[in-house]
């Protein structure tokens, strides 16, 4: 049973950090791609960033420069590190693995970013 569980997520002042992460379980996670999603209220859900099993990434033009992919493999973990956060990053992340059986969806954890 795949399972993702994210974690991390919190208030923070614009211009903040934050360090997010998604724990996997019930997969092959070296071998797949894992990516970490938002929404925002109002909006559609968004790809913010992507890893590769062998490490290559990919990032919206929006957190270009700001933010940060990786993951540990022997932890079975993938992590966004989030720096100069702004007050439109608000939203749910949501961390999601496309594979074979399925497309599988974390719970999400709430970022917001306010004064």
């Known amino acids: 049973q795949v399972q993702l569980v994210e974690s991390g997520g919190g208030l923070v002042q614009p211009g903040g950090s934050l360090r997010l992460s998604c724990a996997a379980s019930?997969?092959?996670?070296?071998?797949?791609?894992i990516a970490w999603y938002r929404q925002a209220p109002g909006k559609e859900r968004e790809l913010v960033s992507r890893v590769s099993p062998n490490g290559s990434t990919d990032y919206a033009d929006s957190v270009k420069g700001r933010f940060t992919i990786s993951r540990n493999n022997a932890e079975n973990t993938v992590y966004l590190q989030m720096n100069s956060l702004k007050p439109e990053d608000t939203a749910v992340y949501y961390c999601n693995a496309p594979l074979f059986s399925g497309n599988y969806w974390g719970q999400g954890t709430q970022v917001t970013v306010s004064s």
């Open positions: 019930g997969m092959m996670f070296r071998l797949s791609s």
